[in-house]
């Protein structure tokens, strides 16, 4: 339920104040610049609606809506702020919404859908606005080729990313894609307080069981503080207790389960790979059998240190409660690792001195950086994205409000004083290739020489050749 409130509760309170407090700055009108030639111009960008949009999103965090009734817990597996994220944004931005949850989802996507529904009535507006669709993922291309959607957000996998996308472009539908990645947090020589860092490590790692997108896959620490770290997370990890808060709420219960246990047999596999390759294996790697929660997908909270960047479990998502802890010599090596995976989607760098702090955020491939921090931009509202194999587009924040628009682009008078006349020298059909060719330079000239001697050069000839 912590990780559920801090996963979910908190960041979707955080979109709805964000978007009343700054969504009608972002799409106001926005005033752009003229130039000498066209001065009598004004220029506007417009943020106009796109129409339907659709969101298909993913699971992540559990949460319970109604913990207080009487519904197992695989029942509630939810996708809370992933599904009302696109539905706030689409909203606000004037959009109708198609949203797609995931089908591991369906009871609860289906529960929050209505609670937006009942808003949009309460406030006097159609609840008509807001439509879930929820099949199984072979038959979601109907929804994702329709030529009646202007824009699709998808959070998920890159596989499907690529059926996705390639679906959409059948009628050349624009797609945000979001698919996850491998985040590094690396940690400098010059970091103090490491024993509040290991806090958040454990926060950024083994919050909701690991299934957090921007959650902490790989752990890179310089030498000096390598063998700290190493030593303040060992005995955390350990004591970290698997259980269900729900069914148990008297329990202190530190990391739930996991959706299903699909990865599970592949997260062994690539543990055990790590092992051969020279990985230590400090504490868990394998499933958890619960004995309470037998029908429970636990994975025990694991710890696997000297990984190398070579190894596959440096290199592929994992989704679990999995500390990955990889040593590097230096700041420019441990930007190296951190580059060295696919993915780019968020990063975190602990330290001191500014330089060594700038040096990594300018380095390391992503579309976010915390410093100093976990996934501090999203509490926020940045824009959310990353590049590489962690998709491309953006939404949260100005970027993607407008993303949900269509920019509309308009130049007008400033006056019914003057106005753009086409000069006969120019007016088709033209009679005479000399002068008009000649008048031509000069109004180039007029316009983009630099000083003023050219310019009244070039207003001579204008003159002489209309």
């Keep these: 339920m912590v990780d559920a409130s801090f996963g979910e509760i908190l960041v979707t309170a955080e979109k709805l104040k964000w978007t009343i407090d700054h969504g009608e700055k972002a799409l106001?009108?926005?005033?752009?610049?003229?130039?000498?030639?066209?001065?009598?111009?004004?220029?506007?960008?417009?943020?106009?609606?796109?129409?339907?949009?659709?969101?298909?999103?993913?699971?992540?965090?559990?949460?319970?809506?109604?913990?207080?009734?009487?519904?197992?817990?695989y029942q509630l597996l939810s996708q809370f702020h992933n599904l009302l994220g696109p539905i706030i944004s689409s909203l606000f931005a004037g959009n109708a919404i198609v949203v797609k949850p995931s089908e591991r989802t369906a009871?609860?996507?289906?529960?929050?859908?209505?609670?937006?529904?009942?808003?949009?009535?309460?406030?006097?507006?159609?609840?008509?606005?807001?439509?879930?669709?929820?099949?199984?993922?072979?038959?979601?291309?109907?929804?994702?080729?329709?030529?009646?959607?202007?824009?699709?957000?998808?959070?998920?996998?890159?596989?499907?990313?690529?059926?996705?996308?390639?679906?959409?472009?059948?009628s050349l539908t624009p797609v945000c894609l979001e698919l996850g990645g491998k985040d590094p947090a690396i940690i400098l020589d010059d970091a103090s307080n490491l024993s509040s860092i290991a806090s958040i490590l454990m926060r950024g790692v083994f919050q909701?069981?690991?299934?957090?997108?921007?959650?902490?896959?790989?752990?890179?620490?310089?030498?000096?503080?390598?063998?700290?770290?190493?030593?303040?997370?060992?005995?955390?990890i350990r004591a970290l207790r698997l259980g269900s808060a729900l069914d148990d709420p008297d329990e202190n219960i530190d990391v739930g389960a996991c959706v299903s246990d699909e990865s599970f047999t592949r997260l062994e596999a690539l543990i055990d790979d790590a092992e051969q390759q020279g990985a230590r294996l400090i504490c868990g790697g394998r499933r958890h059998v619960h004995p309470q929660h037998h029908a429970g997908h636990y994975f025990q909270p694991t710890l696997l240190a000297d990984v190398t960047p070579e190894m596959a479990i440096a290199q592929?998502?994992?989704?679990?409660?999995?500390?990955?802890?990889?040593?590097?010599?230096?700041?420019?090596?441990?930007?190296?690792?951190?580059?060295?995976?696919?993915?780019?989607?968020?990063?975190?760098?602990?330290?001191?001195?500014?330089y060594f702090?700038?040096?990594?955020?300018?380095?390391?491939?992503?579309?976010?950086?915390?410093?100093?921090?976990?996934?501090?931009?999203?509490?926020?509202?940045?824009?959310?994205?990353?590049?590489?194999a962690s998709g491309y587009g953006r939404f949260a924040g100005e970027e993607g409000l407008r993303s949900l628009c269509n920019a509309k682009s308009v130049c007008e008078d400033r006056?019914?004083?003057?106005?753009?006349?086409?000069?006969?020298?120019?007016?088709?059909?033209?009679?005479?290739?000399?002068?008009?060719w000649e008048m031509c330079k000069a109004i180039v000239d007029l316009g983009y020489r630099e000083s003023w001697m050219a310019k009244m050069n070039a207003l001579r000839r204008l003159m002489a050749n209309s």
């Design 357 to 388: 702090l700038n040096q990594v955020v300018s380095g390391v491939s992503a579309g976010m950086v915390s410093v100093n921090d976990f996934g501090a931009y999203y509490a926020v509202q940045l824009p959310f994205g990353g590049v590489k």
């Design 415 to 436: 006056t019914t004083l003057v106005r753009t006349t086409i000069p006969k020298r120019l007016d088709y059909p033209i009679h005479d290739q000399k002068k008009p």
């Design 28 to 73: 106001r009108p926005s005033r752009r610049p003229t130039n000498f030639l066209m001065m009598y111009k004004k220029n506007e960008v417009r943020y106009e609606p796109l129409g339907v949009v659709a969101a298909c999103v993913s699971w992540n965090y559990p949460v319970s809506p109604l913990p207080m009734l009487d519904i197992p817990f």
């Design 316 to 354: 592929r998502e994992l989704f679990a409660p999995i500390a990955v802890l990889i040593r590097a010599d230096d700041v420019r090596d441990a930007v190296r690792i951190a580059n060295a995976t696919p993915y780019a989607l968020g990063a975190s760098v602990f330290g001191t001195a500014p």
């Design 208 to 236: 909701s069981a690991g299934q957090n997108c921007i959650g902490i896959e790989r752990i890179i620490a310089t030498s000096s503080v390598y063998p700290q770290l190493l030593a303040l997370l060992e005995p955390r």
């Design 107 to 170: 009871w609860s996507s289906n529960f929050f859908v209505s609670i937006a529904r009942s808003a949009l009535e309460a406030c006097g507006h159609s609840p008509q606005l807001i439509q879930s669709v929820v099949c199984w993922p072979q038959t979601a291309s109907h929804l994702t080729a329709h030529p009646g959607l202007s824009h699709i957000t998808f959070i998920g996998s890159r596989p499907v990313a690529h059926s996705v996308a390639s679906s959409a472009a059948r």
